[in-house]
């Protein structure tokens, strides 16, 4: 590939250190990288990949330590893009502390944990998680 990007432009330098590369020179060698890199678009008629429903991401988290319950299930929902509503859920129960250590799990078992955790309940329209307090009172 260098061959052909000195192509572009002769002066151009590479530099190496550990796993990062700098690339000095024009913008048209950038482009060509940038080119090189890019996920080539579908074709039409060729089959599209589906999408995986947010609700079905499966994920390995550790949280060290203990945070707020608000903090983590705002991560895990942004991480998902999973859509988080917690406005009837009461701010001390959003505050309450929680752990998190979980391996190749769904991301509504993790969310459903976190809330049991935080005295909170949790249901799932499309890909929105509302959070409320529990009725239960735990």
């Known amino acids: 590939m260098m061959d052909s990007l000195k192509k572009f432009d ?15 020179g024009s913008s048209a060698v950038h ?9 080539p678009k579908r074709r039409p008629g060729q089959p599209s990949r589906p999408e995986i429903s947010p609700l079905k991401k499966r994920f ?10 608000q903090a ?5 929902c942004k991480a998902s893009g999973i859509n988080l509503e917690t ?8 505050m ?13 078992e993790i969310i459903q ?9 949790v249901s799932f329209e499309d890909d929105t998680a509302i959070v409320i307090d529990d009725p239960s009172g735990q």
């Open 10 to 24: 002769p002066q151009m330098s590479v530099q190496q250190r550990g796993g990062l590369v700098r690339v000095n």
């Open 31 to 39: 482009h060509a990288i940038r080119m090189a890199s890019a996920v």
């Open 60 to 69: 390995t988290l550790r949280i060290p330590g203990v945070k707020p319950a």
């Open 72 to 76: 983590v299930l705002q991560a895990v």
């Open 87 to 94: 406005s009837a859920a009461t701010a001390d129960r959003l």
């Open 96 to 108: 309450t502390p929680v752990t998190l250590s979980v391996e190749d799990q769904l991301v509504t």
């Open 113 to 121: 944990s976190v809330c049991r955790q935080a005295g909170l309940s």
